[in-house]
């Protein structure tokens, strides 16, 4: 069964970097395609980045040159690096994949979800 966890959320200021974390299991991070996406009380989901199991990946403009995305295989592992945050970048992040070998932003062409890790920027 596949199941994804995410964490290191939290509270930040305007500036600061955070960094988050999406454990997967029941399945091989290598062989699936995988997507952050976020969702702001006052818009739609968006998709933020998106890597595919040859490692290619892709972002959103908002948050393109400020955040990277990258995998760990040995650990199953994926990260989201944030840096200079802003207040709007304050949402729930979601991680998620799908078997399949792509580059997403799009909520639709994902099967799996975590639960959701919320960060909350202050400027």
């Known amino acids: 069964q596949v199941h994804l966890v995410e964490s290191g959320g939290g509270l930040a200021q305007a500036g600061w970097s955070l960094r988050f974390s999406c454990v997967a299991s029941?399945?091989?991070?290598?062989?699936?395609?995988m997507a952050w996406f976020r969702q702001a009380s006052w818009m739609d989901c968006e998709g933020v980045a998106s890597?595919?199991?040859?490692?290619?990946?892709i972002y959103a403009d908002s948050v393109k040159g400020r955040f990277t995305f990258s995998k760990d295989n040995a650990k199953n592992t994926l990260y989201l690096q944030m840096n200079s945050l802003k207040a709007e970048d304050t949402a729930v992040y979601y991680c998620?994949?799908?078997?399949?070998?792509?580059?997403?932003?799009?909520?639709?062409?994902?099967?799996?979800w975590g639960q959701g890790t919320q960060v909350t920027v202050s400027s």
């Open positions: 998620a994949a799908d078997v399949a070998w792509f580059l997403s932003l799009s909520k639709n062409d994902y099967n799996y």
């Open positions: 029941g399945f091989t991070s290598s062989h699936y395609s």
């Open positions: 890597i595919d199991p040859g490692g290619r990946s």
